[in-house]
């Protein structure tokens, strides 16, 4: 199964395409099998996302599917917000990185010009 062209997108002029909420479950899946929970963090003045070791289909995880979903589309559309969808979906195609408990995974986030970032670092 292959991932969403972008390009193919009605509307597409070349720049940044959004992420998708369907496409962003589609690569966890795909790449480790599990709906792991994603977080954008702030530290030190930098934007990181995070792939958490937790995710939707275990039994001690703290969202339902629908609360998971909602979570996942608020973070999609800040992610999107800062101009970063082709960093965001670059990584999580590429990283050779895998979720292990206690450790997440991070991907520091180089904000675009003219995209939201000033709302997050003070």
């Not at 992420?19 to 030190?44: F, G, K, P, T």
């Not at 990181?48 to 995880?61: K, N, R």
């Not at 206690?102 to 939201?116: D, F, H």
Request: hydrophobic residues 40%.
């Amino acid at each position: 199964m292959s991932l969403p062209d972008p390009a193919a997108e009605p509307g597409f002029s070349g720049r940044c395409a959004p992420l998708q909420l369907d496409e962003v479950l589609q690569v966890l899946r795909q790449r480790w099998h599990a709906s792991y929970d994603l977080q954008l963090v702030q530290r030190r003045g930098r934007l990181y996302l995070q792939v958490m070791w937790a995710y939707l289909e275990q039994q001690s995880f703290p969202l339902d599917a629908e609360g998971y979903e909602a979570k996942l589309q608020e973070l999609i559309e800040l992610l999107n917000g800062l101009g970063v969808a082709d960093q965001v979906r670059q990584w999580l195609a590429t990283t050779r990185d895998k979720p292990r408990l206690g450790r997440a995974m991070s991907l520091t986030l180089e904000p675009a010009e003219g995209g939201r970032s000033s709302e997050f670092l003070l």
